[in-house]
């Protein structure tokens, strides 16, 4: 047996399994997207505010809220949860990507609150995790970082953000399984958000490099890591065309593939605190 086979560790031989089995279920969802007209008939009913088709970034429901009005609205969200207990919590927190996940494409076998804001970074994100302490959620998603890049933000203040978020989850919710997912590529030169040079300044090999370090954090920190990037990525990194709406937003078969990661790593999660 050559020394390369000896040394390579579990871990990497688990990671692309999981993700071959993603990619299956991801074609697969892909492939059958156009019959998708409804959730299953027994699934838990989606709230009723989310109806229609899946709205625009430009059309979502909170887009002319100043950013102390979504953090009160967010509050007070979260203390209905930490009041009422929903069983099967899973808490979504992050920027606009997980704000505009459309409730009927979530998994539906268990209950969400949505904690995101529209143009979060990971400094925001970090001084207002408190909002949720008091919830008891089974897993909570994180997504955050495409923001700091737009902003120029140093790629070392971008993981020290991180940790501290990791840092921060752990204690408040010690029995919660946390999930830290990867930051995605954005469109490149196809990309038509209305900021698209600043993607461009932005190369998608640094976030693929900001990524593996975020790894390396949420190992170290004994939380999960879902690997998210290779999934929307294509074969020249840049986020696969069918995917997104503008290089930087999602549609919906962006979400559905969001949904199988998210379907497949959170089985056996957590118990809540």
Do not use: C
Request: charged share 15%.
């Amino acid at each position: 047996m050559s020394t390369t086979a000896k040394t390579f560790p579990v871990w990497a031989f688990f990671l692309l399994a999981t993700n071959g089995i993603l990619m299956l279920a991801v074609i697969l969802l892909i492939w059958r997207q156009q019959g998708l007209t409804a959730v299953s008939s027994n699934a838990p009913p989606p709230v009723p505010a989310n109806q229609n088709p899946p709205p625009t970034p430009e059309l979502g429901p909170r887009h002319q809220l100043t950013y102390q009005q979504w953090v009160d609205i967010l509050n007070q969200e979260a203390q209905v949860a930490a009041q009422q207990r929903p069983s099967k919590l899973s808490v979504l927190v992050g920027d606009s990507l997980s704000l505009w996940f459309p409730v009927e494409l979530l998994p539906q076998d268990r209950n969400w609150l949505n904690q995101a804001i529209s143009g979060e970074t990971s400094n925001g994100l970090l001084k207002r995790l408190n909002l949720f302490d008091q919830t008891k959620p089974e897993t909570i998603f994180v997504m955050i970082g495409i923001n700091d890049l737009i902003r120029g933000v140093d790629d070392q203040v971008i993981l020290d953000n991180q940790r501290q978020i990791i840092i921060y989850l752990r204690k408040s919710h010690p029995k919660t399984k946390i999930f830290i997912q990867s930051i995605l590529p954005h469109g490149g030169a196809a990309a038509t958000w209305e900021g698209k040079e600043k993607l461009l300044a932005i190369p998608n090999s640094r976030i693929e490099k900001l990524n593996q370090q975020l790894r390396s954090i949420a190992v170290k920190e004994g939380v999960e890591y879902l690997d998210l990037y290779s999934l929307f990525a294509d074969q020249k990194g840049n986020m696969r065309t069918e995917l997104t709406t503008d290089g930087l937003h999602l549609s919906p078969a962006g979400y559905l593939v969001w949904r199988t990661a998210l379907q497949i790593y959170q089985q056996g999660g957590g118990t809540g605190d």
